[in-house]
């Protein structure tokens, strides 16, 4: 079992800069391939970014590349998501994720889920 609580979401204005946080309990976290998600009002859960266990291999949606920024430190059983340039249309509830197979767009390969952060983009 892991354990994965989100933290840092809040309201902010366009073109500002938020950094979420996933902090992890339970069995090994640098065991687990992360993954950070997203579902907006009205809209489907959405992936964003997936870190491999190593660190080395990184994911992003499109709309996000350039801007946002995923990382883990195990040592601290953390895994961060670094939003810059955020816009109205980033407005969601962000969820992080960890997978026993490998990182991935799909949400059905994570294993684990937190209960999710308010991210609010005013314009």
């Known amino acids: 079992q892991v354990q994965l609580v989100e933290s840092g979401g809040g309201l902010v204005q366009s073109g500002g800069s938020l950094r979420l946080s996933c902090a992890a309990s339970?069995?090994?976290?640098?065991?687990?391939?992360m993954g950070w998600f997203r579902r907006a009002p009205g809209k489907e859960r959405e992936f964003v970014a997936a870190?491999?266990?190593?660190?080395?291999?990184?994911l992003y949606v499109d709309s996000v590349k350039g801007r946002f920024t995923i990382s883990r430190d195990n040592s601290k059983n953390t895994m961060y998501l670094q939003m810059n340039s955020l816009k109205p249309e980033d407005t969601a509830v962000y969820y992080c994720?960890?997978?026993?197979?490998?990182?991935?767009?799909?949400?059905?390969?994570?294993?684990?889920w937190g209960q999710g952060t308010q991210v609010t983009v005013s314009s």
């Open positions: 994720a960890a997978s026993a197979r490998s990182y991935s767009r799909n949400a059905g390969d994570y294993d684990y």
């Open positions: 339970g069995r090994t976290f640098s065991s687990y391939a």
């Open positions: 870190i491999s266990r190593s660190t080395l291999t990184t």
